[in-house]
């Protein structure tokens, strides 16, 4: 799954790409200090002009220093703002020039909005303006100043920005940004922060109350067309937004838009928004690369992820990366349903030459009706004995009638299972199949997991230490021969599957309605159990 990550790149720098956009040198200020926003109306400004477009074709007074306007383009279209003349007299976010005098302006406001530099909430389904380098200019203007959307719908194409950035809108049902073709960009988004660098970080980032809609639709699974894309950045929240039809991901945390580019991520938190796929033909709601202290709590995640691509949250550095770092994980009381993909609602894939996840708490989550399995864990890095544990705990979870089984752990050191619940599963919970695992603890109720297909509750097949005390089985297995709750495989890719340190001691079996309740071991002079 790796190697799909990036191999599509865009066509050269954002950064580069959103300044031709705005047709704007960046040299000068980011804009006035917040204590000029506060001044009273100047005793210059005279009445207010109709329009800036107007007062800049030659209404203004050549010897006016500050003006007023009621709108950008003709009264009341929301870019209503007063001007004054800059201090830079060059060309910068924010700025417009006088023609007639050669002045440059600045804008100055206290509650900055995308009309007062042209745009408009005009998308009717098939046309509309292209709000993403005028947003992308305000930005660079508020420098982390809030910026508010007001209600409509926004064409966007990528808002390129490369320091802080603060969306505010009115409300996931009256405010939405709408994905304009980005085809060719690679893994940019309609919202698009890279820091450009490994030792440079931007934030903070505050993304909250709007929508985004990628209309997936109209144009299709695209792997690397993502609606908010993060690459270094810090401090961010993104609040209360819509992730609607996404072509890619729904937010994608990276680490460069090239592949093996070196992006650091920290303090991350997305809590009470909603990813809807709406078609399953898209990657995952969300893929994250690289991050040091993430919170994803009380979201809704629905209708996501092609059959080919992992799920709903899919944790997987690059090959080669050995930088990456994931670390200081909390994913609590979201509710997935109907997610598709081929690995698990959630997923950490990681390389042989990448660190092990550490610290990682899912819990108090709820998925129903899909996912390959509620979770995937493989770490392909070599376990040393006695090496450092992941400090991976999944505990309060449940998960029912999906169309797999409960989890796979491959590989990996120090995850324990407690107090979740694995209801009416056709396939088996995994452990060890192709990497040994361990240290692993599970103390979960398992009900009615298992079938004809795989006749058992719980696969294992090579560990070091695995602890099921705790662990209680009802109705699991099926009444074949090899049905039983607890599964010791012979085999385990390829060789002889061994296992030690195993106490099955303590778990509870309930069989009943031609279940099978035994514990059993295949090949016990391979596994040492008690």
Partial sequence: MASRRDRASGAGDGMSRRKALCGLATAGAAGPAPAAWAQGRAADSGPPLPSLTAALRGALDQNRQVFEVQGYERPNDGGAARWRLAQAQEAGPGRRLHAPSRRWFQLETDRPAPEMLGAAADWNGRSGRDNGPIIAELAAWAAGRPILLGPGRYLASPIAVDGPLNLVGQG????????????????????????????????????????????????????????????????????????????????????????????????????????????????????????????????????????????????EPNPKSGFAVVRDIEISANRFDNVGGSVGVICFHFPPDVPAPEKVRIQNNTASNGGRAFLYVKVMKPQAPGGASMDFVVSGNTFASGPGGPFLIDGGRGVSFAGNQWTDLPAAAQVGVEFPVADLRVADRFLRVGSVRTPYALGVASVSGLDLRGAVFTDCGAAVVGGENVYFRAMANNAPATSERVDISAAVSNGSGGKAPAMSAVSPLHHRVS
């Fill in 172 to 315: 996931i049902g009256r405010t939405v940004l709408v994905q304009a073709d980005t085809t060719g960009l690679g893994s940019r988004g309609t919202i698009y922060v890279d820091s450009g660098r490994a030792d440079r970080s931007v934030g903070p980032v505050v993304l909250r109350d709007f929508a985004l809609d990628g209309r997936v639709e109209t144009g299709g699974f695209e792997e690397f067309t993502h609606l908010v894309s993060l690459h270094g950045v810090s401090d961010v929240l993104v609040a209360r937004l819509a992730f609607l039809g996404f072509r890619g991901d729904g937010l994608y945390l990276g680490s460069g838009v090239h592949g093996q580019e070196e992006r650091h991520n920290r303090k991350v938190v997305i809590q009470d928004c909603r990813f809807d796929g709406r078609t399953r033909n898209n990657r995952n709601c969300i893929s994250v690369l690289d991050v040091n202290g993430l919170a994803i709590r009380g979201c809704r995640f629905a209708n996501s992820s092609r059959a080919d691509m992992p799920g709903a949250i899919d944790f």
